[in-house]
């Protein structure tokens, strides 16, 4: 095996885990999810079917990612962050049928105990706050927090608060990576 599973994680068969991948303490790991190169996946955890995590995702412990969830590359679910599949759920009423797709783009951070309502998109490089409850879809870049979550702010992909001046550009501190906020929307700027 080219991938690190500890003995007390359960591994169904039907489950791929590419090479890299870390599987730690109590996990399980259920028949039909995908693993992706070079993962972390913290004590505590599940995954289930039909989940696909990218390239260099990090779980931290006690995450359950149900169902309908997609992960692209270089995401970071904090510890105890919460994802939901079924937008009105019944203990007496089966609906996996209404699974809703959640969709986690590259390079997002979901901060500790935040819950993401199922449905939504994540965009690239977002940064939800810790115990954030997001009920709708964030644009790339963006800083949420709170509950409901609202918007405060643009975020670097190195993680830093971004501060536009008046002809909308800036810079993150880490990386001299600039940025440009253009009609309620930031990309990044060619490097020169």
Known sequence: ???YVHPSAIVDEGVR???GAKIWHFCHLISGCVIGEGCSIGQNCVVFPKVVLGRNVRVQNNVSIYEGVLCEDDVFLG??????NVYNPRSALPRKHEYRQTLVRKGATIGANATIVCGVE???YCFIGAGAVVI???PAYALVVGNPAR????????GHRLRFDE???ATCPESGQGYRLLDGTVRREPLE
């Open 1 to 3: 095996m080219d991938y």
């Open 17 to 19: 885990i590419a090479a």
């Open 79 to 84: 510890p105890g962050m919460v994802f939901t």
């Open 122 to 124: 994540l965009g690239a």
């Open 136 to 138: 709708r879809s964030v």
């Open 151 to 158: 918007q405060i702010g643009w975020m670097s992909e190195y």
């Open 167 to 169: 002809q909308g550009h």
